[in-house]
């Protein structure tokens, strides 16, 4: 048909699920649906295709352009496969302002393409969870956001020794500079630049920038005593902040419901510099081997200012990659051997008994709701019981000749190697239909 | 930031899927799911991005060019984004040959895009539902194929007078034609190359045609009642083909297991004439307003030739696409009101009670399973309890200043209007938890 025969191989930093994999992400997604529905979030989605100018508009025309998967239609249109959800989330919201309930408790699991280099955590084709409540601008929003990611590792059976989150306030974070450095709000600004940079320089530098800004070796020394701080010792350097506020009530209700384990303030916690506005935290990896943020977020404003004329909806929320949060299961062992606990029964056949004798049979066990299927073909017993266990079905139903002349069948359990004799009319009461 | 305000549309032919549709599509797609899964069928998935020569290989380069979005990546590669299933699940099945264990039952439901003018069931980006069986070579797979279409319609409550599978096959049409027409191979190639066009061409010109071939004015009338036949009838002109037992053998089995009043023999059913080889089927709506074939399917041959040399595995399948399933339900008033018949708790605040108190009574409701949230902000009761009835919550639960001194809570279903009085101890227990 083809002179050169076509690569068996999926697309560089993509996956194939077979049914084994695809159990996993089943698993995987359905616990974080699960979790997050139980406290009342909406799920929603998008078009996997987007106008260009909606990252462009976000990032810059460069960086969207080289970092994602765009061309141009038929139409002359500038498309994206989306890299990200928020430009998407924030042209919904932006539509339909008027009609929608705020606030708003949305999640969305979307596919998503990044043209870059593949390494481990980072493929070019992945999905990522993404949380947000839109339109509450108080710290209860943050909590909400914080308590629902904390809620997702622990319904995979991960504890405080495995994850902590890292918990930081943009406008604490000015306020308390503010306060040690004695700068004006672009003196600040300043210093907040150099204090973002502090781990891609050397120290020397670090110190050496500080100094450029006035700030003197004591200054120098007590932004440094912040890392060491928990959260009322860091507040107590400006208690009028509403930053420090919004962090001690914060950790104050993560105490109340128990979660405080899981949460530790953290002054090296900043991220986007421009982005974020309020509570920002990252989400980190206990594991010695893997000791780093998996994933985080926090408070922004201005979400639909790119759409709509002097309008503004604020945000809080993150977004957690499926490849990151597997990575972690797998370090942790938090992923089970098998999902199929259910029963999955495999109606075996032999020749001297009427195909239609099986098909009754299996068609009687699915309309009471029990996983089966009639062995398609016509080999050897032993191959159709090697099909069965390959296909992790739990129990395999015999009915030769004799069974059905007795009117019985035959059930072997596959993991006890038990066998039973069942009359044919109580089969499905047997497997507890 | 941006002087031109951004559009809030979608990219034409796509759609944003909002809480309320996002409802629809889970609801639906999880019936699919959970109708498959008893039958035993595991589901996969694959990429988005496939190399363009899959596409182009299989339905040449003009075809494959113009009706998907392909575009090539920095590395030089032609890629194309996903315009249907099949190449992508032949890749996968080519890659495993040797650890798969035959036959496989599989589908997917992946999304995926056509470049095309859009219409009423026609959209750029869609989900199709993949069904197929792979590696199995008799009626049976064919068989478990149609039944597995049937209790999906049927999960969502059609019934024969909705909707009819057409069904036909290949290799009786091929040798009912040589019978009627006394024609050899490629002869009966050339008439059936006629009869595929039949509705694309006058009744005058198709007879000139098959006249042209040599056929007889009665020749052409015995091909005429083919149409108006039952399976019985039809398959009596050739009784010996392959295919006309294969017929009898699937409607024999069909009626065993009360299937059959979903099902017809219609000769017209025809499908690619290039690409099925032996049972062919098309579902229609019967619906007066949109009597059309939804979705169709049937046996090809050799999957994985275009990767792997001198292999062979054969297939039999179907595809759904999603907009077409939604037309369908709409149309016979399948789509129930709501989806969420579970209990939805919307905590209702009011200032004089601790904030902390709301937030104990939240998670308690959570960490018993119950589907809650507490309201965030501080707005006046009666504009909570709006938020409520929008967000589809079926209780709220009222703790003023009283209650909390009481030790009780009030909870208010919102579709009885009842209001009942409860220990706040025993919160969970009244809903059932």
Not at 188 to 209: F, P, W
Not at 259 to 268: A, E, K, Q, W
Not at 270 to 292: H, K, Q
Not at 321 to 341: A, W, Y
Request: charged share 25%.
């Amino acid at each position: 048909m083809c002179a050169q025969l076509l690569s068996t191989q999926p697309y560089k930093g993509t996956r194939d699920f077979y049914p084994d994999e695809m159990r996993l992400r089943n698993w995987f997604f359905g616990k974080i649906r699960h979790t997050l529905e139980t406290s009342a979030f909406d799920e929603y989605n998008g078009p996997m295709l987007e106008s260009l100018e909606l990252y462009a508009a976000k990032s810059g025309e460069e960086i969207a352009t080289k970092q994602t998967y765009n061309f141009v239609d038929h139409g002359n249109r500038m498309l994206a496969i989306r890299p990200e959800m928020t430009p998407t989330v924030a042209r919904m919201v932006a539509g339909k302002m008027n009609d929608l309930s705020f606030p708003l408790r949305w999640f969305s699991i979307p596919n998503m393409y990044r043209y870059e280099a593949t390494q481990r955590g980072r493929l070019r084709e992945f999905w990522q969870l993404n949380v947000d409540i839109f339109g509450c601008d108080t710290y209860e929003a943050d909590l909400e956001v914080i308590i629902s990611a904390i809620r997702i590792l622990k319904a995979f059976g991960a504890d405080e020794s495995m994850f902590t989150v890292r918990i930081n306030n943009r406008r604490f974070f000015n306020d308390v500079i503010a306060a040690i450095a004695g700068t004006d709000a672009e003196g600040s600004r300043l210093v907040s630049k150099v204090i973002d940079r502090k781990n891609k320089v050397t120290r020397e530098a670090y110190e050496k920038d500080l100094t450029a800004l006035g700030l003197s070796a004591e200054q120098i020394a007590r932004i440094d005593s912040l890392y060491e701080m928990g959260v009322e010792d860091a507040t107590a350097i400006c208690p009028d902040s509403v930053g420090a506020c919004e962090l001690r009530s914060l950790f104050a209700a993560l105490r109340q419901i128990g979660l405080d384990r899981y949460c530790v303030f953290d002054f090296g916690i900043i991220r986007g510099l421009d982005y974020y506005t309020g509570t920002v935290f990252e989400v980190f990896d206990n594991a010695p081997e893997n000791n780093r943020a998996m994933f985080g977020g926090g408070r922004y404003d201005n979400l639909v200012g790119l759409f709509v004329k002097n309008a503004k909806v604020s945000g809080v929320g993150y977004g957690m990659g499926d490849v990151t949060l597997e990575n972690f299961l797998v370090t942790h062992k938090l992923i089970p051997d098998t999902f199929d606990t259910d029963v999955k029964v495999l109606v075996t056949r032999f020749d001297d008994v009427p195909y239609e004798k099986y098909l009754t049979l299996t068609d009687s066990l699915r309309e009471a709701g029990i996983t089966s299927s009639l062995y398609l073909g016509s080999k050897k017993f032993g191959k159709q019981i090697d099909y069965a266990v390959k296909g992790q079905y739990t129990h395999v139903v015999i009915m030769g000749g004799s069974e059905l002349e007795a009117g019985v069948v035959k059930v072997k359990n596959l993991e006890t190697r038990e066998e039973s004799t069942v009359s044919a009319t109580k089969l499905t009461a047997f497997f507890g239909a």
